[in-house]
């Protein structure tokens, strides 16, 4: 019956339908087979979106589109262009920087790629960088973008465990940065060999007004993460906060927010977050379907049956991560498997929350690879080449990220050295 | 159609801004009352499950639902358009059985009152209703107009 499950949830996917819908059908043939009532769908679904924790999605996609919409895309380029732009390959630095900092005001991968890949793609095959690296610094940096704070996947997974979202955010802070250094290296050595150009180094005072343009951005993700982790705010509160003061940026600060573009942003955002929403509801009936069938306990046996050592599980478990975050969305992978992983995590006595970034940062990676990385389509489609030449320009990129996502395992303190400073 | 649009877009900006505007009562609240009014939490997770149900449909107009795409695009548009709408009745059948069986979720809910507004459940229960419907009339719509339009 199980096997079922999966099998109709997988050739649904497969088909093209909807992650949402895939998993709705998938439960609905099985919930029709074994004759429970199907008055458990709406409970279920219902029971999913009642969560005070999610009510933070909404507001954390309006304030990162507000600020998009304000024009401080070209102010954070600006600024990374100013302090990176003299070392050889610096349009390529500054990509990878504006991710960085782009990533404390969006929690999501393909926001970033999109609006940076839109200013930064242009401008690198301008100054004579190939579309293939160009495309491939925006799609890879972009990935930092839910693990530095804020982040929806980190919130979700709060949302199913428990765990403080404060803390999570915290957590992914310093695996982020990591990322995010790890690739500005690798531009670096290629730029050297394939002699990228470099810009003349910018004036103190230039790097000073570019700061100043750049700084009420910046400030928006440090609100956000001191509010929470300094327990002035819950996630949710953090979010409207944030939402009001992208508007009195957007209006009053950078003033490119007008009433018709507010009306615009805000509607984006809802749609965007009532689609996310039907998802996390349809999740939850399939997750509920599979604790209901014990799937986590034969997972976690099975996965335990082969070792019991500490670093072959986590072995495993990225593995695994990898191969399933190729194929399917974010949010999605996290809410059918993060429950039933982590029981094996802590089985091995992994700390949940460093597990909740290796998961992230696993299937994170997982929008830069094929068959299905989300950021590589969009990054090919600004850069307007074919995907077999994006792979070919990505892959440097993406052993970076697979070393980052062996230290992030395997040395715990890099996730935890951060949440454990403010116990 | 374009009513059914205009008045769905007009109920989505209304819940997102309700929820905006509750949650910044409730951080007013706790600032500066001695406690935050006991009600805001549970009018936030009413307006947001609004939120939900409501922009579900539109979701369907501005394909903001997640796919994987793996073969789909390579084939002609021809194909395109028949597996498409074949793939929207799927949906189609999913929404239909939802619908039905969120009636009896509903009559629940009028049994039962919530515990901080002091409503009856039914209330909030109704949006479970509300979005297979209009997910339903939505994929309607996008068949339709692939059959007429000739296009997928």
Known sequence: MITLLFIVFFIALILGIPVAFSLGLASLVYILLSDIP???????????????????????????????????????????????????????????????????????????????????????????????????????????GPIIPPSLPMIIAGTLTGLSVGKLFLAGAVPGLLIGLGLMLMAMFISKKKNHPKHPRASMRKMGTSFLQAFWAIMMGVIILFGIVGGFFTPTEASIVAVIYGLLIGFFV????????????????????ASLMVLVGFANLFAWILTSEQVPQQMADLILGISREKWLVLLMINVVLLIVGSFMETIAALLILFPVLLRVAMAVEVDPIHFAVIMVVNLVIGLTTPPVGVCL?????????????????SWPFLIVCLVVLLLVTYIPEITLWLPGLFE | MRYLNTILKILLLLSLLGLIMIVVIQIFGRLFLPAAPGWTEEAARLSFVYLVSVGAGLAIKEKAYVNVELWLHRMSSQVQRIVQ????????????????????????????????????????????????????????????????????
Request: with cysteine; aromatic share 8%.
């Open chain 1, 254 to 273: 950078y003033k490119g927010l007008s009433w018709a573009s507010l009306k615009k942003v805000m509607y984006d955002s809802a749609v965007t977050t």
């Open chain 1, 377 to 393: 389509f969009v990054a090919a489609g600004i850069g307007k080449i074919s995907m077999n030449q994006l792979v070919k320009s």
């Open chain 2, 85 to 152: 709408i074949v793939l929207h009745l799927f949906v189609l059948v999913l929404m239909l059985l939802m619908t039905l069986h969120a009636f009896p979720f509903v009559r629940i809910g009028l049994m039962q009152t919530s515990p901080g507004l002091q409503m009856p459940m039914a209330i909030s229960y109704f949006s479970m209703l509300l979005m297979p419907v209009l997910i339903f009339i939505y994929t309607f719509v996008a068949i339709v107009q692939m059959i007429k339009s000739k296009k997928a």
């Open chain 1, 38 to 144: 199907l008055i458990i769908i709406p409970q279920k679904m219902y029971a999913g979106l009642d969560s005070f924790v999610l009510l933070s999605i909404p507001g954390f996609i309006l304030a990162g589109n507000l600020m998009n919409a304000s024009g401080i895309t070209e102010k954070i380029v600006n600024f990374c262009n100013a302090i990176l732009g003299h070392i050889r390959g610096g349009l390529g630095l500054a990509n990878i920087g504006a991710s960085m900092l782009f990533a404390g005001i969006s929690g999501t991968a393909i926001a970033d790629t999109a609006s940076l890949g839109s200013i930064m793609i242009p401008a690198m095959k301008k100054e004579g960088y190939s579309s293939g690296f160009a495309s491939a610094v925006t799609a890879t940096s972009s990935t930092v």
